[in-house]
């Protein structure tokens, strides 16, 4: 029964893969996981298994972005907003970076993924920093799928920071604010290694950034999924990248008929 069922999707999976143009996949898709709470909710479970859940999400949906040869997959685990839930959750879920390089890391480096993060890490507690150091360090050399962890990371947290050392910057070699550009203020972020998110997706049926790369995302296509986090999958997400290939982007301009 259950190897009919696997058989069946494994089809429709190979059958989702064959529609979409190989050659026009997204180098950079970001995520907003949403809806571990509400999953959770739903089977009257604690929240923190939603979260759980999630993780394994994370785990299909970075084997998935490998295969499609997808470059960068960013994934908003947690936000400088994130601090104000209860001390118990945002405990579990600091211990969820641990809990997933324990039992993925190997599968991580045979995938030749090279794991990153943006965000605010000094004030991660010290077991998160390490299993991530350890996992940033162990996947340094690789040149596949750059998975970045987005932790402890608020888009205008992030601009103010890059504003900052752009004015020490300038005062320091006496220019005036006349040398600031777009180059500039890029180069500061964050993201400065990474290109914008061509794909930004949302899963939970909510429709807001929520301080989401909200500089690097001004041109990004957004899909707004329905199903809560740990009910995405790798089908779903071929959907998504299915729906992109659909969309004409135009950054502004018009496109000639
Ligand atoms: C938002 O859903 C989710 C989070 C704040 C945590 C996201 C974390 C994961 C999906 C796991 C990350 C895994 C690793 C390896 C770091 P919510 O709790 O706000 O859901 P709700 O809106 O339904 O309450």
């Not at 480096?109 to 991530?132: Q, R």
């Not at 350890?134 to 402890?152: P, S, V, W, Y």
Request: with cysteine.
């Amino acid at each position: 029964m259950f190897k009919k069922l696997n058989k069946q999707k494994k089809k429709q999976s190979q059958q989702l893969n064959s529609e979409i143009d190989l050659h026009n996949i997204p180098e950079h898709v970001a995520i907003i996981m949403d809806g571990n709470g509400r999953w959770a909710k739903k089977r009257k479970l604690p929240r923190i298994k939603g979260h759980y859940q999630g993780m394994q999400t994370v785990k299909e949906i970075t084997r998935e972005a490998s295969d499609l040869g997808i470059k960068y997959l960013t994934l908003y685990a947690f936000s400088t907003e994130n601090w104000s839930r209860p001390k118990s959750e945002v405990n579990y879920i600091m211990n969820l970076p641990v809990n997933f390089l324990k039992t993925f890391l190997p599968e991580l480096i045979e995938k030749n993924v090279k794991v990153e993060t943006i965000g605010f890490m000094e004030h991660l507690p010290d077991s998160t920093l390490k299993a991530i150091n350890k996992a940033i360090e162990e996947t340094k050399d690789n040149t596949g799928l750059r998975l970045i962890f987005a932790l402890n990371y608020g888009g205008r947290a992030e601009i103010v920071q890059s504003m900052k050392t752009i004015f020490d910057e300038l005062s320091n070699e006496g220019l005036t604010s006349d040398s600031i550009n777009e180059a500039m203020i890029e180069k500061h972020l964050m993201t400065h290694r990474y290109p914008d998110p061509e794909l930004l997706i949302r899963t939970s049926g909510e429709q807001r950034i929520s301080n989401f790369l909200i500089w690097q995302a001004s041109y990004s296509e957004f899909i707004f999924n329905e199903k809560l986090w740990p009910d995405f999958d790798k089908e779903e997400l071929i959907n998504c990248i299915k729906i992109y290939q659909s969309r004409q982007r135009r950054f502004g301009g018009v496109i000639d008929s």
